[in-house]
């Protein structure tokens, strides 16, 4: 339930990988049956690939409510949903997001880092001024470890699945870089020295700026990202703030069969493929 409330919406077999990656689906359905008929969660049926039913799971209001004051989900609000038709209204995209934790997770297992369900956060949003706010599709906490060292990365992600145009897409791009100026004024207070900037209110650095593309041919993913790069060499804002803040693009499938930790990722300011790590 605290997974769900976490991520939202997720199949049985993304909660299997997500929870017990060893463990079988039987005990997940088990458990996620239990937990329908006693009124806490319930699902939307997907076509599956082999045009088999999957599940796609969601806490009920009932389920938000039990879960709201837990210690992992504190600061998150609760979201429960309704009926299998405004679940159904955001499950693609939910479970794309899912899909991009999902490769890093199993990446983090592979090579001993940390990435855990609670180190994915969904719909992180922040203000920007002029009373509009940026909403990360997530904002990922990863931690490599080597040895005795520990090096602690975060990261915005924006899922796209090709369903808006390749401009809109990049102007994600100028909201995060205002993000990156913004400068939060008291209320009610005249400006005697210079604020920090408003995200330091809650990353101790700023996170790089991670896209995840698929839904599409490999030639237009391929011109989405060129999209991307354009905005980041060409407009003065994003320009300034792609020489302080690594910036980089993927295709999705890629991250599933190679890994995240592999030269999949393109830098938004050019040169070649190399890690998310080494952006």
């Known amino acids: ?88 209204l955001k499950t693609a995209h939910t479970l794309t ?17 940390e990435h855990g369900p609670w180190d994915w956060t969904p719909e992180v949003s922040h203000s920007i001024g002029e009373g509009e706010r940026v909403v990360a599709d997530a904002v990922l906490h990863y931690t490599v470890v080597r040895g005795e060292q520990r090096r602690k990365l975060r990261a915005f992600v924006e899922v796209d699945r090709a369903t808006m145009s390749g401009e809109r897409l990049a102007v994600k791009l100028i909201e995060y870089a ?24 809650w990353y101790p650095v700023f996170p790089r700026v991670l896209f995840v593309l698929t839904g599409a041919s490999r030639s237009r993913l391929e011109g989405r990202i060129s999209d991307l790069q354009a905005m980041a060499t060409q407009h003065p804002l994003v320009a300034a703030f792609a020489g302080e803040v690594a910036l980089g693009a993927a295709v999705l499938e890629d991250l599933e069969q190679h890994g995240p930790a592999q030269a999949v990722w393109t830098p938004l300011t050019g040169g070649t493929p ?3 790590t080494d952006l």
Do not use: C
């Open 1 to 88: 339930m605290t997974a769900l409330a976490q991520h939202r919406i997720a199949t049985t077999g993304q909660l299997r990988r997500m929870l017990r990656p060893n463990g079988t689906r039987q005990l997940i359905s088990r458990a996620l049956n239990k937990l329908r008929s006693d009124g806490f969660v319930d699902y939307t049926v997907l076509p599956g690939p082999d045009r088999s039913p999957t599940h796609a799971w969601y806490l009920t209001p009932d389920g938000a409510k039990l879960t709201r004051d837990l210690p992992v989900l504190r600061g998150r609000p609760p979201y429960p949903i309704t009926s299998t038709t405004a679940a159904s």
């Open 97 to 113: 997001v899912v899909r991009a934790h999902l490769a890093f997770a199993a990446d983090a297992r592979r090579l001993g880092h």
């Open 178 to 201: 205002r993000l990156h100026q913004y400068e939060a004024q008291p209320v009610g207070r005249r400006r005697r020295v210079a604020a920090e900037p408003g995200w330091m209110r």
């Open 274 to 276: 190399r890690p998310w």
